[in-house]
């Protein structure tokens, strides 16, 4: 993996995800691609994640699409997952629900860190990274779909597997559509 970092001021400018969108296009990092979902509208990103080896996603292609606010990078982006995918921290909606995507502060829950939350020093790639550990590493014991987590944690090998198989296989053959 080709580690770029970003200088805050940097990404500061009006252009900001511009440069971040182009440097990402010359060098691709492993597991995911990203492209504009609108040519004119640089705020909105289609990410195409690939399941990560040895886990229960492998195989999978799973479409997402990134949202920016206008003042990235001091708030995070919204995620979604566009594709169907069964996991605990991602909500039936397909919003991802990780502590880096998290505005940045206290939690008003007390369950995270400020550190764990979003900081202005998240770049895209350090998302997608987060994305696709939690694809292989779910964190149960903060989910955004119960059931999923329930499953996971109880049947990890039947209902959830085939839940998770059957997102993969739908994913594969509406990747590219």
């Not at 880096?100 to 369950?111: A, Q, S, V």
């Not at 979003?118 to 895209?124: A, D, G, K, Q, R």
């Amino acid at each position: 993996m080709i580690s770029r970092r970003l200088t805050l001021s940097r990404l500061s400018h009006p252009g900001a995800l511009h440069v971040v969108f182009s440097e990402l296009n010359k060098n691709p990092v492993e597991g995911f691609s990203a492209g504009l979902i609108d040519d004119n509208d640089l705020y909105r990103w289609e990410v195409l994640i690939i399941g990560p080896p040895d886990t229960l996603y492998e195989g999978g292609v799973f479409k997402a699409h990134l949202t920016f606010p206008k003042d990235y990078p001091l708030r995070p982006p919204k995620m979604k997952f566009i594709t169907e995918i069964w996991h605990p921290n991602v909500d039936k909606n397909g919003d991802v629900c990780i502590s880096i995507l998290h505005e940045p502060g206290e939690d008003k829950y007390g369950y995270e860190k400020p550190e764990e939350r979003w900081l202005p020093i998240h770049t895209v790639e350090t998302i997608m990274i987060s994305v696709i550990s939690m694809l292989a590493d779910p964190n149960g014991d903060s989910p955004a779909n119960v059931d999923a987590a329930k499953e996971w944690r109880e049947d990890r090998n039947g209902e959830f597997k085939r839940k998770v198989a059957r997102c993969v296989r739908k994913s594969q053959e509406t990747a590219f559509e």
